[in-house]
């Protein structure tokens, strides 16, 4: 076949849908479409803005599920704020309240699991602390190396001169510490939260929440083994929508080198959703020595073992409670590379949503160095593999060049019964 008629109608038939994807957004913002949706269905937003473990990474190979250390935020279908730990992730969920319509609300209610440094560094670097009009109000339990206002003297300590620039007194925002235990449990809104303790050094909570769009179960740092506590994850876990879970280490260390480091694995996470009657699993924590494509081999073993896992990645926004699919994920879109639009002829080899094995002829319409985008009309599974083949014109003819790939994002597509796969290349 000749590529090149094939290509300029498609490229017409794409120029028309976006414009008539143009119009339809001018006609109603995206913002008045989930604002009328939220009025209606309950649903609530789970970003993850850190999902690193122990110390933020920089490495290029680990750049795809992301380096920032834990924080997590959940917009409730009330419109609570809730954010869960102060890792480096805090930083960039900071520079969103300076941007126009970022997000601000009166309120924020921040959980801290415990003060390793991991969970509390991004405190120093979070902006909208310095702002007098924001209130935050913080929830941690008493250290028993700290005693009564444990969480306030972790910031006082943290800032303490000659370990930052600024002392506490820069800080204009109204804060509020409330100590929880164990066992507490609280309303903020119309949201519950429950705070059991995990098997951790020197002690870490976990915590449940229950929207009335659904449940979420945040267990990070744990590790399992202990009769008690084990129980305890147990009762946060049960029946969640969406329970998040340490995956730092693999069940081989876990077993041996990694014993007594207050970590779990994917297996442990996998077997417990299974117990509980979890909905999804999220991987969390992900080892600072972990590559991507370590992550990836990880989701793939907890996938024959638990059918719904994501391994929590920078930038992936969970929902709950929308009709039809209780839990959706929505993956980043790549960060800022150079793209091209491409036209190039390809055959693509997957797995849908339903598990089954596709094969499927298309048209690769934008190329980066990392990835690209292709239009489907099979619906592959977010975060799985993808072979593709593409024909490409080189000097001998036209070659045909093999890439494997991990799909990133889906979005609908621009032509009627297609979806827009994002794809980043692995090899
Ligand atoms: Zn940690
Ligand atoms: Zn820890």
């Not at 339809?24 to 690193?52: D, H, N, Y």
């Not at 795809?64 to 480096?88: F, H, K, M, S, V």
């Not at 995990?198 to 740092?221: K, S, V, W």
């Not at 014993?259 to 979890?278: D, I, M, P």
């Amino acid at each position: 076949m000749t590529l090149l008629p094939v290509a300029a109608t498609m490229k017409r038939a794409y120029r028309s849908a976006r414009l008539e994807a143009g119009r339809a957004c001018t006609q109603e913002s995206c913002t008045q479409v989930f604002a009328r949706r939220a009025m209606t269905v309950p649903i609530a937003k789970l970003s993850f803005w850190g999902v690193r473990g122990s110390t933020p990474t920089v490495d290029p190979a680990t750049w795809r599920y992301g380096g920032n250390t834990p924080c997590l935020e959940l917009i409730a279908p009330d419109g609570t704020q809730i954010i869960l730990d102060c890792g480096t992730g805090l930083r960039m969920l900071g520079s969103r309240w300076a941007a126009p319509n970022g997000g601000k609300v009166p309120e924020t209610h921040i959980l801290v699991t415990h003060y390793h440094w991991d969970h509390i560094q991004g405190i120093p670097f979070f902006s909208p602390l310095y702002m007098e009009n924001n209130e935050f109000h913080f929830y941690s339990f008493r250290s028993k190396f700290l005693g009564r206002d444990s969480l306030k003297q972790v910031f006082e300590a943290q800032m303490a001169l000659p370990y930052f620039p600024v002392d506490m007194s820069a800080m204009n925002a109204k804060r509020k510490f409330k100590e929880v235990d164990g066992g507490d449990s609280f309303e903020v809104g119309e949201n519950k939260i429950t705070a059991r303790w995990l098997n951790h050094p020197q002690g870490c909570l976990g915590f449940r929440i229950e929207t009335p769009a659904g449940t979420m179960a945040y267990a990070t740092d744990n590790e399992p083994g202990d009769a008690k506590l084990d129980e305890s994850l147990r009762e946060l876990a049960s029946g969640a929508d969406i329970f998040i879970n340490d995956a730092q280490f693999t069940p081989e260390q876990l077993a041996t080198t990694r014993k007594g480091w207050g970590h779990s694995s994917w297996l442990e996470g996998a077997k417990l959703a299974r117990q509980v009657e979890a909905k999804t699993l999220v991987l969390f924590h992900h080892d600072p020595d972990s590559t991507d494509r370590m992550v990836d081999s990880i989701l793939r073993q907890a996938r024959d073992e638990f059918d719904s896992v994501y391994a929590a990645s920078e930038g992936m926004v969970v929902t709950l409670g929308a009709p039809g699919d209780r839990v959706q994920a929505h993956m980043p879109g790549t960060r800022t590379t150079l793209r091209r639009e491409a036209q190039f002829h390809a055959k693509v080899c997957g797995v849908t949503e339903g598990g089954k094995d596709f094969e499927e002829e298309t048209m690769v319409r934008d190329i980066s160095l990392q990835g690209a985008l292709i239009s489907l009309k099979h619906m592959p599974r977010l975060q799985s593999e993808l072979q593709v083949t593409m024909e490409a014109p080189g000097a001998d003819g036209v070659q045909a060049m093999n890439l494997r790939g991990y799909v990133v994002r889906i979005d609908a597509g621009a032509e009627k019964g297609h979806v827009a796969v994002g794809v980043v290349f692995t090899d």
